[in-house]
């Protein structure tokens, strides 16, 4: 493609998945306006991309952000058990205030552009210690990082709806305070009736604010969690097919096979979205295991195969549930292609759909979502030429562009010094 309307920025020289061959890409206007062999454009900004694979921005959409980096002071020595962390996670809200959470927040938010995410579902605790302060924390952090980290707000009730007094209300008041999308953990309420109410609760309040919904579902090995095909019933009957992704949904890994059947077909047929978090699952999934060890991930081939809508989330950062993890959704796509077994060619095209346009897709923001003409110019060049490179060797990225705009750039010196 030719073309004399000058760029904000040229980048040269970049493979993508869908052309072998070296391109480059212009930006104008916080927007990609032109992608093809050497473009005769003049820019105000012109990058080298050396052959690297460029790449839409990284999506993630699950990531706790209020409980994020509380570092060593809260951290048990050893696993805590369930109680333990939910323990750590509830003594950390009885202190935390809106300022403090952003500024920890922020440092994984950084980090994560670092690595080329550039939209990010995050969650906020909603419960009686803090009530929604850890929600009005993420409002205010979606606005510092507005136009460079696309950021959605979703409120979580990880203490529950019904364990305590009020539960509904802080949901209302936390999606009054600018919340985007509602979420919820109804396998955890004590009975199913409660479980079942949970789910109505969160449909009736996102269709009453026309938002979406994202909830953890069944996160457990227990084949007896059954919330996640509660929920696509109801989404379903609501109408709201399109709009709901759940995250975990582990239990569908244990049940038998005609029952984990029947429910795929229903989350296929609400047209739910599933999120997959492999890191955290691994770690905290299949411990009573003995012989035949799970590996705590959701059915994420069986999904595939029924055409459900799959991705993957980095979900926890340093916090009660998973002390580690660095915000990079590449390593996150390593993990899926591990433990979901998906490390070949064409499954790890999919592997990187899944950090890419399947999770932007589930945050309803896959429009103008992607490397062709008209796109928002949010590009990762990764310095490798191929997807089975980037997700093989996660390197520095080379460059990072954000709502057109270049915002990281690193770059590895490596000297090799051959025997003489
Ligand atoms: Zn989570």
């Not at 709201?240 to 096979?257: F, K, N």
């Given at each position: 493609?030719m073309?004399?309307?000058?760029?904000?920025?040229?980048?040269?020289?970049v493979?993508?998945?869908?052309h072998?061959a070296?391109v480059?890409?212009a930006?104008?206007?916080?927007?990609?306006?032109?992608?093809?062999p050497?473009?005769?454009?003049d820019?105000?900004?012109?990058?080298?991309g050396e052959?690297?694979?460029a790449?839409?921005g990284?999506?993630?959409?699950?990531?706790?952000l209020?409980?994020?980096c509380?570092?060593?002071?809260?951290r048990?020595?050893r696993w805590p058990g369930?109680?333990g962390?939910?323990?750590v996670?509830r003594?950390?809200r009885?202190?935390?205030?809106?300022?403090?959470?952003?500024d920890?927040?922020?440092?994984v938010?950084?980090?994560?552009l670092?690595h080329?995410?550039?939209r990010?579902r995050?969650?906020?605790?909603?419960?009686?210690?803090?009530?929604?302060t850890g929600?009005?924390?993420?409002v205010?952090?979606r606005?510092?990082?507005?136009g460079?980290v696309?950021?959605q707000?979703?409120v979580?009730?990880q203490d529950?709806l019904?364990a305590?007094?009020?539960?509904?209300r802080?949901?209302e008041?936390?999606?009054?305070a600018?919340a985007?999308v509602?979420g919820?953990?109804?396998?955890g309420?004590?009975t199913?009736e409660?479980?079942?109410?949970?789910?109505d609760?969160c449909?009736?309040?996102a269709?009453?604010?026309?938002a979406d919904?994202?909830m953890?579902?069944?996160?457990?090995?227990?084949?007896?969690?059954r919330?996640?095909?509660?929920l696509?019933?109801r989404?379903?009957e609501a109408g709201?097919?399109g709009?709901?992704?759940?995250s975990?949904a582990g239990a569908l890994?244990?049940?038998?096979?005609?029952?984990a059947?029947?429910v795929?077909?229903l989350?296929?047929?609400?047209?739910?979205?599933v999120c997959?978090n492999?890191?955290?699952?691994?770690?905290l999934h299949?411990r009573?295991d003995?012989?035949?060890?799970?590996?705590?991930t959701?059915?994420?081939?069986d999904?595939l195969?029924?055409?459900?809508n799959v991705?993957?989330?980095?979900d926890?950062?340093?916090?009660?549930?998973?002390?580690?993890?660095?915000?990079?959704?590449?390593e996150?796509?390593?993990?899926v292609?591990?433990?979901?077994?998906?490390?070949?060619?064409?499954?790890l095209e999919?592997v990187m759909?899944?950090?890419t346009v399947?999770?932007?897709?589930?945050?309803?923001t896959a429009?103008g979502?992607?490397?062709?003409?008209g796109?928002?110019?949010?590009?990762?060049?990764?310095?490798?030429?191929?997807v089975?490179s980037a997700?093989?060797?996660q390197?520095?990225?080379?460059?990072?562009?954000?709502h057109?705009?270049?915002?990281?750039?690193?770059?590895?010196e490596?000297?090799?010094?051959?025997r003489a």
């Amino acid at each position: 493609m030719m073309g004399a309307m000058p760029a904000d920025l040229l980048l040269r020289n970049v493979r993508c998945r869908t052309h072998p061959a070296p391109v480059d890409i212009a930006v104008a206007a916080g927007a990609i306006s032109a992608v093809g062999p050497a473009l005769a454009i003049d820019a105000v900004q012109t990058l080298d991309g050396e052959g690297g694979l460029a790449l839409p921005g990284f999506v993630n959409a699950h990531q706790h952000l209020d409980k994020t980096c509380i570092g060593d002071a809260l951290r048990p020595p050893r696993w805590p058990g369930w109680a333990g962390m939910w323990e750590v996670n509830r003594r950390h809200r009885e202190t935390y205030t809106v300022d403090e959470i952003v500024d920890r927040a922020s440092g994984v938010v950084e980090q994560a552009l670092r690595h080329g995410t550039t939209r990010m579902r995050a969650f906020a605790d909603v419960e009686a210690v803090a009530g929604t302060t850890g929600a009005r924390a993420l409002v205010a952090l979606r606005e510092r990082w507005a136009g460079e980290v696309e950021v959605q707000v979703a409120v979580f009730p990880q203490d529950l709806l019904y364990a305590d007094p009020g539960g509904e209300r802080r949901f209302e008041e936390a999606m009054e305070a600018g919340a985007d999308v509602v979420g919820g953990l109804p396998a955890g309420e004590a009975t199913d009736e409660r479980m079942r109410a949970h789910v109505d609760f969160c449909l009736d309040l996102a269709r009453r604010r026309d938002a979406d919904v994202h909830m953890l579902c069944d996160d457990s090995d227990d084949p007896a969690q059954r919330s996640l095909e509660y929920l696509a019933h109801r989404t379903i009957e609501a109408g709201w097919e399109g709009r709901v992704t759940v995250s975990h949904a582990g239990a569908l890994a244990a049940y038998d096979e005609p029952h984990a059947r029947l429910v795929v077909g229903l989350v296929a047929e609400a047209g739910i979205s599933v999120c997959t978090n492999p890191q955290i699952s691994l770690l905290l999934h299949g411990r009573d295991d003995r012989g035949a060890i799970r590996r705590g991930t959701t059915r994420v081939g069986d999904l595939l195969d029924a055409g459900v809508n799959v991705l993957a989330g980095q979900d926890d950062v340093d916090d009660p549930y998973y002390p580690l993890g660095r915000a990079d959704q590449l390593e996150v796509a390593s993990f899926v292609a591990h433990t979901c077994q998906l490390a070949w060619p064409d499954e790890l095209e999919t592997v990187m759909d899944m950090v890419t346009v399947n999770a932007a897709r589930a945050m309803r923001t896959a429009d103008g979502y992607g490397l062709e003409p008209g796109d928002r110019a949010d590009i990762v060049v990764v310095p490798v030429a191929d997807v089975r490179s980037a997700v093989a060797e996660q390197p520095p990225r080379r460059f990072v562009i954000s709502h057109g705009r270049l915002v990281c750039e690193a770059r590895v010196e490596r000297t090799r010094y051959p025997r003489a």
